[in-house]
């Protein structure tokens, strides 16, 4: 209840063909480039770094919408399809999937932004559930990304909920021990690599205080990380995200952080069960789009972790979590302001 739980599996080969196919592209450094018809380019490097997937499912959609004449609505998802949104990174082929990513994000002059979610015995068992087998599995799956991602630039947003579900007593005590060293081991192993930054994923504002996380996070090496991240997932105010972070800052060595902000434009929904405000609200808008110029020294990025339009999980009529949801997706634009 406390976590963001679905927070946006995703089916491993999905978009990769598309990344792997642009890999080979020319991009003219940031120009625009087809993304299946919709015309999606690069956002400014200086203010945002990020790579946008130009044939992401929001861009998808965008053509097909314009190919139905369904302009206005074509339009709206244009909000979502030319912002820079997380790649996660699937089971099987990390290691294919990593480098399709990175590759297409340098040749377009930008950087990969990517999530990690594999940790074993992932979301207790709930929408989300799933994550490699055991230990073992898990550091040969962070190899790969590794090996993947190699020198080109990439920031990786780390295993989300992963620390938060041990705090909360949702991941059985046995597998405790085993977590910490994992998430300690994939901050030291990706951390090595010539242009990669990670991000530790630190929870959010709305499951409780700072001071339950801060020692899970030293725990599973944030002193190794570049930072962490705040709200993935999730649709807490950037204000108050930004309260979290700070206070959580400054009990880890005043680590710098970033936020999600991609669903956060009108806050948390606050009706409902508690247990599933988390998934898929009414209501929602998307929030600031991403930027590294936050005006803030301890804030580090913006940037949308979640991709907006794909759904938390089968719950207020969804579709499997990290399943594109047009419908969903086309509220969350209409509702930005």
């Given at each position: 209840?406390?976590?963001?739980?679905?927070?946006?599996?995703?089916?491993?080969?999905?978009?990769?063909?598309?990344?792997?196919?642009?890999?080979?592209?020319?991009?003219?450094?940031?120009?625009?480039?087809?993304?299946?018809?919709?015309?999606?380019?690069?956002?400014?490097?200086?203010?945002?770094?990020?790579?946008?997937?130009?044939?992401?499912?929001?861009?998808?959609?965008?053509?097909?919408?314009?190919?139905?004449?369904?302009?206005?609505?074509?339009?709206?998802?244009?909000?979502?399809?030319?912002?820079?949104?997380?790649?996660?990174?699937?089971?099987?082929?990390?290691?294919?999937?990593?480098?399709?990513?990175?590759?297409?994000?340098?040749?377009?002059?930008?950087t990969a932004l990517l999530v990690l979610y594999n940790i074993p015995h992932r979301d207790c068992g709930?929408?989300?559930?799933?994550?490699?087998?055991?230990?073992?599995?898990?550091?040969?799956?962070?190899?790969?990304?590794?090996?993947?991602?190699?020198?080109?630039?990439?920031?990786?947003i780390l295993e989300p909920d992963a620390l938060l579900h041990l705090v909360d007593g949702c991941t059985?005590?046995?597998?405790?021990?085993?977590?910490?060293?994992?998430?300690?081991?994939?901050?030291?192993?990706?951390?090595?690599?010539?242009?990669?930054?990670?991000?530790?994923?630190?929870?959010?504002?709305?499951?409780?205080?700072?001071?339950?996380?801060?020692?899970?996070?030293?725990?599973?090496?944030?002193?190794?990380?570049?930072?962490?991240?705040?709200?993935?997932?999730?649709?807490?105010?950037?204000?108050?995200?930004?309260?979290?972070?700070?206070?959580?800052?400054?009990?880890?060595?005043?680590?710098?952080?970033?936020?999600?902000?991609?669903?956060?434009?009108?806050?948390?929904?606050?009706?409902?069960?508690?247990?599933?405000?988390?998934?898929?609200?009414?209501?929602?808008?998307?929030?600031?789009?991403?930027?590294?110029?936050?005006?803030?020294?301890?804030?580090?990025?913006?940037?949308?972790?979640?991709?907006?339009?794909?759904?938390?999980?089968?719950?207020?009529?969804?579709?499997?979590?990290?399943?594109?949801?047009?419908?969903?997706?086309?509220?969350?634009?209409?509702?930005?302001?």
């Amino acid at each position: 209840m406390y976590g963001k739980r679905g927070a946006g599996v995703r089916a491993s080969g999905a978009v990769l063909g598309a990344a792997l196919l642009l890999a080979g592209c020319s991009s003219g450094g940031g120009g625009e480039q087809d993304g299946a018809g919709a015309r999606i380019g690069q956002q400014p490097k200086g203010t945002d770094p990020f790579w946008v997937n130009p044939d992401g499912n929001a861009a998808r959609q965008v053509a097909a919408y314009e190919e139905a004449g369904r302009t206005a609505e074509a339009e709206q998802i244009r909000k979502i399809a030319e912002q820079p949104t997380g790649e996660w990174i699937g089971p099987e082929n990390p290691e294919r999937e990593a480098r399709g990513y990175t590759e297409a994000a340098a040749k377009a002059d930008r950087t990969a932004l990517l999530v990690l979610y594999n940790i074993p015995h992932r979301d207790c068992g709930q929408y989300s559930q799933g994550g490699a087998a055991d230990g073992a599995a898990y550091r040969t799956w962070i190899d790969g990304v590794a090996k993947g991602i190699g020198d080109r630039p990439a920031t990786v947003i780390l295993e989300p909920d992963a620390l938060l579900h041990l705090v909360d007593g949702c991941t059985p005590e046995e597998y405790h021990e085993e977590r910490y060293d994992l998430l300690k081991g994939a901050v030291a192993t990706l951390g090595a690599l010539k242009a990669t930054k990670v991000y530790v994923d630190a929870g959010n504002a709305g499951w409780g205080h700072p001071d339950q996380i801060f020692e899970p996070l030293r725990w599973a090496g944030v002193a190794g990380a570049d930072g962490f991240a705040v709200n993935v997932s999730n649709y807490y105010a950037t204000e108050q995200s930004l309260t979290y972070g700070k206070q959580l800052s400054a009990k880890v060595g005043d680590k710098p952080f970033v936020v999600d902000t991609s669903r956060n434009g009108n806050g948390p929904y606050t009706g409902g069960s508690p247990d599933e405000r988390w998934c898929n609200p009414p209501g929602r808008a998307l929030g600031e789009t991403p930027t590294t110029r936050t005006g803030d020294p301890l804030v580090d990025a913006y940037v949308w972790v979640k991709r907006p339009g794909e759904s938390d999980g089968t719950c207020k009529g969804g579709p499997k979590a990290g399943a594109w949801w047009p419908a969903y997706a086309l509220k969350l634009a209409k509702a930005t302001r």
